[in-house]
């Protein structure tokens, strides 16, 4: 059984009423792969989660962008994963560079709110990637296992994890790491994960890529053995994104 395509849609922190309406009625109008061929997922901002849950295809998932660490309580201004399942919400984005960067999230405190979120029944897309610094001394893969080791010091069953590798410098900046890039990296992170975690792990958890995809570059990308979907940014905003779920045809094919 390989692995399924994974294609999710990161809408950051923008939409208004009007536009994630739109948004949603591109989807529902879409014509695409179906679920044996690509699951996919979309994160709206919290505000408007169970408006999309709503409005949105039923082939089609919602994730949240985050969630808090343990149960909810004092700790103003933040989501508990009990929330998000009360809502009936499947998944949630966990480490995305912009936390980590913004926020200072650790990789410790990545990988306990990963091991939380599953722990109350979310699945979760767990996000890895360097910066263009560590890319230029070399230290990729060591920060990747570094990020990666976090997560499975606190998980035994990776059932529910969907990696996501965003190499920082490509996301946002119209800069691709180039399918060979990211195919290299995808190859190293599966090899990490079968030495330190288990081969049938290795073999069925979905490492996908997030870094400035778009309809023209996704093919290609898709291409590549070990790398089993994408992570979108700006261009899940856009009629593109539908271009970009079509890719999973590639693998099937």
């Avoid at 699951?39 to 989660?49: A, H, I, Q």
């Avoid at 290299?184 to 073999?203: P, Q, S």
């Amino acid at each position: 059984m390989g692995r399924k395509f994974f294609v999710g849609g990161n809408w950051k922190c923008n939409g208004t009423s009007e536009e994630v309406k739109k948004i949603v009625a591109l989807l529902n109008e879409a014509e695409v792969p179906s679920e044996d061929v690509v699951e996919v997922v979309v994160s709206p901002p919290y505000v408007f989660l169970p408006f999309v849950k709503n409005l949105l295809r039923a082939d089609f998932h919602v994730a949240a962008q985050n969630c808090w660490v343990k149960k909810g309580g004092a700790f103003t201004g933040e989501i508990s994963a009990e929330m998000l399942v009360n809502l009936g919400i499947p998944w949630v984005i966990l480490g995305h560079s912009e936390r980590r960067a913004l926020l200072n999230e650790s990789n410790e405190f990545v990988g306990d709110k990963t091991a939380y979120a599953l722990s109350q029944g979310l699945k979760v897309i767990a996000c890895v990637g360097e910066t263009l610094e560590q890319r230029e001394a070399g230290s990729t893969i060591s920060v990747v296992a570094a990020q990666t080791k976090a997560i499975a010091e606190k998980v035994s069953d990776w059932t529910n994890i969907v990696v996501a590798y965003e190499p920082v410098w490509a996301i946002g900046t119209g800069k691709v790491a180039s399918p060979a890039q990211a195919q290299e990296v995808h190859f190293e992170l599966r090899k990490w994960i079968k030495e330190n975690v288990g081969a049938d792990v290795a073999g069925s958890v979905r490492i996908i890529y997030g870094g400035s995809v778009n309809g023209a570059n996704s093919k290609e990308l898709a291409g590549q053995p070990d790398i089993d979907g994408f992570l979108v940014g700006g261009a899940s905003l856009k009629p593109e994104f539908v271009d970009i779920i079509k890719s999973a045809t590639v693998k099937s094919s």
